[in-house]
């Protein structure tokens, strides 16, 4: 069972650092990080998503969000979650989707400063204070015609601390029974690292 987040490759600033402006700070990640916004990032070259419990897409909606194995109403987002992304808002009445299987031809990494916006991290700078969001975008690919685009998962880091984006296994905590996340890689899903700290109350 994973309770935890990467923390290899993590970029930190220390106490004594915290005087070095946030925008300094952010644009430091930005480089050592730029290569993965795009490219397919390794050890995951080959994953795929099958649904495995009815999936309700909320009324006037194009995502589910799935946090901690159960489909939510809203995300709490100091804490790991992932949204299920369809074609269509649904209309008055929810959509449900109850089957299909992908390939994962394509994932994306951005680092953001809102996850709800999207406002990207290397561009606005804020304060330590200010949690960072790592998002993963897995573009799916169905050979059955699907309402289905992509899932999306976030992972929370605060106190100017960041670290890299889910492992597969991470997010099938998140996803809990309703979709099966495959790895060509078995020893993928067993690399656990520590978890992130929330900001204290």
């Not at 685009?149 to 991470?170: D, K, M, N, S, V």
Request: proline fraction near 10%; charged fraction near 15%; include cysteine.
């Amino acid at each position: 069972m994973i309770s935890s987040l990467a923390t290899c490759s993590q970029a930190t600033m220390n106490d004594g650092e915290r005087s070095v402006p946030r925008r300094a700070f952010i644009g430091l990640l930005a480089l050592t990080m730029s290569g993965c916004a795009i490219a397919p990032r390794e050890p995951y070259p080959e994953l795929s998503l099958t649904v495995t419990a009815p999936i309700q897409i909320p009324a006037g909606q194009a995502h589910a969000v799935l946090q901690s194995g159960r489909v939510v109403g809203t995300s709490n987002r100091l804490a790991p979650y992932c949204e299920l992304e369809v074609r269509r808002v649904s209309g008055v009445e929810p959509q449900l989707i109850t089957h299909g299987d992908f390939q994962v031809d394509r994932l994306r990494h951005s680092v953001l400063l809102d996850p709800t916006t999207r406002l990207p991290a290397f561009i606005f700078g804020s304060s330590c204070a200010d949690p960072l969001y790592q998002e993963s975008i897995w573009q799916l690919h169905s050979d059955m015609p699907s309402e289905v685009l992509f899932l999306r998962c976030i992972a929370p880091y605060f106190h100017c601390t960041l670290g890299p984006p889910l492992t597969p296994e991470q997010v099938q905590q998140q996803v809990g029974r309703y979709l099966r996340v495959q790895t060509s890689d078995p020893a993928v899903l067993s690399h656990a690292p520590a978890t992130t700290t929330p900001p204290p109350d």
